[in-house]
């Protein structure tokens, strides 16, 4: 089946500290999105970007679709980006809708 | 919640017993879906629906149905409630399938609906 795979699970750093959150896929994608779930519990939508290379403020997020991995790159950490991010695919050749998602990466930002 | 309402937010209920989610949108958007998100399982599809009537099984489908008779709801039931359906239980829409490459298949994601079986 789709194997989508987050590194590090786990992730503690200091405030201001630059962060790099890794999500690696089996297949190729046509689909590819990063979602931020805060502590709270609410799921917001980062990116969509199945290839390439996007930025919006300190995040920003890069796909190299032909070597299967997606990079999620925080910079200048703050409290607020605590939280799980996880990485969602849908893969190409299996010809349906459905976003498989990955099992998630823990950020917490020490003040 | 960007036009998405889940109901309840919160239900306790006893083994056996049937429950409904309630997945209300203002969007009009044409797909809808069902995820459940577990401690160390990432959140799993359900069901989703591409059209009105029109829906299909996830990977987790075993012991739901849902139902979609309008464009705005998605329905999603447990016939006989277990405790191993106890979990936190997210719809999300989107315009446009997973398939297109395109921006607006993006997901937008309701606040959740907090079940606990006992």
């Known amino acids: 089946g789709i194997q989508v795979e987050q590194s590090p699970p786990d992730l503690i750093l200091q405030e201001g500290a630059n962060s790099t959150l890794r999500c690696n896929f089996s297949d190729s994608v046509n689909n590819l999105q990063w979602f931020h779930q805060n502590p709270w519990g609410q799921l917001i939508n980062l990116f969509y970007?199945?290839?390439g290379t996007k930025q919006n403020g300190r995040l920003s997020a890069t796909t190299v679709a032909t070597e299967r991995y997606s990079l999620l790159y925080i910079s200048s950490s703050q409290t607020t980006d605590s939280g799980v991010y996880f990485c969602a695919v849908v893969i190409s050749n299996f010809g349906n809708e459905k976003l498989t998602f990955g099992t998630g990466t823990r950020l917490t930002i020490i003040p | 919640d960007a036009g998405i309402t889940q109901s309840p937010r919160h239900k306790v209920t006893e083994t056996g017993t049937p429950v409904t989610l309630r997945c209300h949108q203002t969007?009009?958007?044409?797909?809808m879906y069902w995820y459940r998100q577990d401690p160390g399982h990432g959140l799993r599809l359900i069901h989703y629906?591409?059209?009105?009537?029109?829906?299909d099984k996830g990977e987790v489908s075993d012991g739901y149905s849902v139902s979609r008779s309008k464009t705005e709801d998605f329905l999603l039931t447990l016939e006989s409630a277990t405790s191993s359906q106890t979990s936190v239980y997210f719809c999300a829409i989107s315009e446009l399938g997973g398939r297109e490459s395109s921006g607006a298949n993006v997901l937008t994601f309701g606040a959740g609906s907090r079940l606990t079986v006992l």
């Open positions: 970007i199945p290839s």
């Open positions: 629906s591409y059209g009105v009537k029109d829906t």
């Open positions: 969007e009009n958007h044409r797909y």
